[in-house]
């Protein structure tokens, strides 16, 4: 894409954390922004900020587990500035429970949020993507996307299920000049695991990101885009090591839970 500037985005789950940081930085170089979560006091407030520094956005109190609703609302974005040009797959949330005490209904509820409201959205922005000729499509994965972690073993399952659908539509793109983009945050700085249902108490551990940090990430794939993003680069190592020897990421992470 390169300049960025005038190019117009939706970011969902745009309330807060990685979501609004991203707003920020795609404001900060231009971009249009339309701003989309549930909770529309955050989000006005949100674009009262981004107006007020020269930037154009538009808020979206949306559901994104409501199919026609986020239809309507991506029709909405095109028709106001005439295109869309990059969709951020953003809004999700997290479970903290070992694989025992999760509920098949807590399972299914994520999977309907973290991985069928992408789906959802991702098919309202291909046909205006098609039409103009290019688009972006950003899914916010994690890093448990990459390998699971003990006690987060749902979430971790919608982020497998985000990478197989984004690995499939990204080859399914091919000669479009729509690209598909993964990005694997590690623990980030964010109100993400105080919103989670938490059955087992949360221990932070490991290294921790920026939402900005997130952000800028984001925006240099804009700019030049890439299959997939590692804001913390050293967790590639990770993803590596669980496929060549997970027996030794295993106890690697058994002695973390010990310590």
Request: glycine share 8%.
């Amino acid at each position: 894409m390169g300049d960025p500037r005038g190019r117009v985005a939706l970011v969902t789950g745009a309330s807060s954390g990685i979501g609004a940081a991203t707003a920020r930085a795609f404001a900060g170089a231009g971009l249009r922004v339309a701003l989309c979560a549930r909770r529309k006091d955050r989000l006005e407030r949100l674009a009262a900020e981004l107006t007020a520094q020269g930037s154009e956005a538009t808020v979206h109190a949306v559901d994104v587990t409501d199919a026609l609703a986020v239809r309507a609302m991506v029709d909405e974005v095109a028709a106001r500035w005439g295109r869309l040009d990059v969709l951020v797959n953003n809004a999700g949330r997290g479970l903290s429970a070992t694989l025992e005490q999760t509920a098949a209904a807590e399972l299914r509820a994520l999977m309907e949020l973290n991985v069928v409201a992408v789906l959802g959205a991702t098919q309202a922005a291909l046909p205006i993507m098609r039409r103009q000729g290019s688009g972006h499509i950003i899914n916010i994965s994690s890093i448990v996307g990459r390998r699971a972690v003990p006690y987060r073993a749902a979430y971790s399952a919608t982020k497998f299920a985000l990478g197989a659908l984004s690995e499939a539509l990204r080859v399914e793109l091919t000669g479009t000049r729509i690209t598909v983009t993964l990005v694997y945050p590690i623990r980030t700085e964010t109100e993400f695991h105080q919103a989670e249902v938490q059955k087992v108490p949360w221990r932070a551990v490991g290294p921790v990101q920026s939402a900005e940090r997130v952000a800028r990430s984001i925006l240099r794939c804009v700019r030049r885009p890439r299959p997939e993003v590692y804001p913390y680069w050293p967790v590639r190592i990770l993803a590596v090591m669980s496929v060549i020897a997970p027996g030794l990421v295993d106890r690697g992470m058994r002695r973390v839970l010990q310590a």
